[in-house]
């Protein structure tokens, strides 16, 4: 059973910064495609980042490029999202994602499972 756990999440004020982990079990880690994805309160489940799962490739949705940046440790199974420069718009729960029969993944069909989220609030 794929287990994802998303941690780091918090309140920090506007133009601070986060590290959220997500820690994966029951899966091949190192050839699953990663993701992080953000639900703001009364939208959907936004795309924020990926990785094909060699890890040389990354995807960044356009609202967090030049702010964030994902990797991963495959040793430790990890997934990591350092989030700098954020603004009260980044505010949402951040969920954590694997596609597990895919080597690259951005679309929300795409992922197979996920975590149970992390709350990060930027206050201005």
């Known amino acids: 059973q794929v287990q994802l756990a998303e941690s780091g999440g918090g309140l920090v004020q506007a133009g601070g910064s986060l590290r959220l982990s997500c820690t994966a079990s029951g899966l091949t880690f190192s050839s699953s495609a990663m993701g992080w994805f953000r639900q703001a309160p009364g939208k959907g489940r936004a795309f924020v980042a990926g990785?094909?799962?060699?890890?040389?490739?990354?995807y960044l949705a356009d609202s967090v490029k030049g702010r964030f940046t994902i990797s991963r440790d495959n040793a430790k199974n990890t997934l990591y999202l350092q989030m700098n420069s954020l603004k009260p718009e980044d505010t949402a729960v951040y969920y954590c994602?694997?596609?597990?029969?895919?080597?690259?993944?951005?679309?929300?069909?795409?992922?197979?499972?996920w975590g149970q989220g992390t709350q990060v609030t930027v206050s201005s």
């Open positions: 994602a694997a596609a597990t029969s895919r080597t690259v993944a951005t679309l929300i069909g795409d992922f197979d499972s």
């Open positions: 990785m094909y799962w060699r890890g040389a490739t990354t």
